[in-house]
């Protein structure tokens, strides 16, 4: 199986910047695709970025040139730059990755991390 850890969360004020990262352990070897997730308190959990195992990048429009989406092979982790931070950018950041074995594709979930924009 795979387990994912997010990291780098917090606080921070209009227009400023943060960088969260996830960390992927266990049976890495055959994930094709991770991305970022946000949900926000009363909402749908939507999709932020994506990242293929070949460095293919897609963002949301909401989020397009504030934040980027990158990995590194070596480390089994995938990041997420976040800048120019807005208030309606507050929500839990779900790292999520994707395989598929046999036609059957599996999704893993890390626990999420908190990212508060206020003044």
């Known amino acids: 199986q795979v387990q994912l850890v997010e990291s780098g969360g917090g606080l921070v004020q209009p227009g400023g910047s943060l960088r969260l990262s996830c960390a992927a352990s266990?049976?890495?070897?055959?994930?094709?695709?991770m991305a970022w997730y946000r949900q926000a308190p009363g909402k749908q959990r939507e999709l932020v970025a994506t990242?293929?195992?070949?460095?293919?990048?897609n963002a949301a429009d909401s989020v397009k040139g504030r934040f980027t989406i990158s990995r590194d092979n070596a480390k089994n982790t995938v990041y997420l730059q976040m800048n120019s931070l807005k208030p309606e950018d507050t929500a839990v950041y779900y790292c999520?990755?994707?395989?598929?074995?046999?036609?059957?594709?599996?999704?893993?979930w890390g626990q999420g991390t908190q990212v508060t924009v206020s003044s």
């Open positions: 266990g049976d890495t070897f055959s994930i094709y695709a």
């Open positions: 999520n990755a994707r395989r598929t074995i046999v036609l059957t594709t599996y999704l893993y």
């Open positions: 990242i293929t195992s070949g460095g293919s990048t």
